[in-house]
């Protein structure tokens, strides 16, 4: 009953680090856009988590990059016009935004503790 207000807010949780996840990935094919991916939340005796992948052969380059600075784009790639939404040794689509959007996930998750917390006292 409990773990059911923690997968509700992991659920919430991943659908936000998705969002955010997107907005920092660039979109020269626009393949890496489609294969994002929110996996099954797994629920263990000890542990319950949710995971965000993403398929696509040269993903793991562009979140970590080859050893050196590259230029990302929105917009189609890289048009003369257009100039880079970062630059950097690898574009960090879900690192980064697991580190920008912590204080955010953490209150998400704290107010499902706390609504099952509540529940439970009820009792």
Known sequence: M?????????????????????????????ELQKWHQKQPIVDSNWLISGWLIN???????VEFGVGKSYNYYKDWGRRKWASPFTSWIGARMYSKTQFENEKQVKAILEQYINQGIKNLNRK
């Not at 807010?9 to 991943?14: L, Q, R, S, V």
């Not at 398929?55 to 380059?61: D, Q, T």
Request: aromatic share 14%; proline share 3%; glycine share 2%.
């Open 55 to 61: 398929k696509v052969s040269y993903a793991k380059y």
């Open 2 to 30: 409990f773990n059911s207000y923690i997968r509700q807010g992991i659920d919430k949780a991943t659908d936000l680090l998705m969002v955010e996840a997107k907005k920092r990935t660039p979109e020269d094919t626009f």
